[in-house]
């Protein structure tokens, strides 16, 4: 079971980035899907969530408006698309994923830096 995270780096604040998750090794379609951030010192926060179909998510209220998950099942990937970028979005990203029983798959995550 893998998911590799890809697509973080160091951007301007107001500019944009777009993170990618590869799945492989589980039923991918199936799977709830969830981008998660950590700054060191704080605790691991929940940024947005798609459902298996892809037709419903759910965003934390600090990047509503500003962030857009969505999922390919065909190519086991989902994307974050950051928008309106702002330097308290800094963080390690994670990708996750959470079948209906419970079992649970993390990312090694990617660094993303919102500086001038």
């Known amino acids: 079971v893998q998911l590799v995270e890809s697509g973080g780096g160091l951007v301007q604040p107001g500019g944009s980035l777009r993170l990618s998750c590869a799945a492989s090794?589980?039923?991918?379609?199936?799977?709830?899907i969830s981008w998660y951030r950590q700054v060191p010192g704080k605790e691991r926060e929940l940024v947005a969530t798609i459902f298996s179909s892809g037709g419903s998510t759910t965003y934390a209220d600090s990047v509503k408006g500003r962030f857009t998950i969505s999922r390919d099942n065909a190519k086991d990937t989902v994307t974050l698309q950051m928008n309106s970028l702002k330097p308290e979005d800094t963080a390690v990203y994670y990708c996750?994923?959470?079948?209906?029983?419970?079992?649970?798959?993390w990312g090694q995550g990617t660094q993303v830096t919102v500086s001038s």
């Open positions: 996750h994923a959470r079948s209906e029983l419970g079992r649970r798959y």
């Open positions: 090794g589980f039923t991918f379609s199936s799977y709830v």
